[in-house]
């Protein structure tokens, strides 16, 4: 069956960095979109960004220019660069997968990770 690990959440400081990866095993990973969601306490989860098959990458407005997800299609495993960190980043953070194209909808994927806890401290 389809796994997803997430690993690399902690706590830092505002304007500080932190990377997140996810490793994939169970599915064809280079035919599958890799995103990385995200959900604060009280709220819903929230796209944070996501690559296609072919590498083509999407960001919300709210990380855009901060952020940036990559993939190895030869480790099967998806990063987030997560720098100049602000307290509202403060969630936990789960990776997805769905087959070719991602999407901003959390409905439209069925396999995920069990989340990393990022913190940012004012």
């Known amino acids: 069956q389809v796994q997803l690990v997430e690993s690399g959440g902690g706590l830092v400081q505002a304007g500080a960095s932190l990377r997140l990866s996810c490793a994939a095993s169970?599915?064809?990973?280079?035919?599958?979109?890799m995103a990385w969601f995200r959900q604060a306490p009280g709220k819903e989860h929230e796209f944070v960004a996501g690559i296609n098959w072919s590498g083509t990458t999407y960001y919300s407005d709210s990380v855009k220019g901060r952020f940036t997800i990559s993939r190895d299609n030869a480790k099967n495993t998806v990063s987030l660069q997560m720098n100049s960190l602000k307290p509202d980043d403060t969630a936990v953070y789960y990776c997805?997968?769905?087959?070719?194209?991602?999407?901003?909808?959390?409905?439209?994927?069925?396999?995920w990770g069990q989340g990393t806890q990022v913190t940012v401290s004012s």
């Open positions: 997805t997968a769905r087959q070719m194209y991602i999407s901003r909808r959390e409905s439209e994927y069925a396999d």
């Open positions: 169970g599915l064809p990973f280079s035919r599958h979109a």
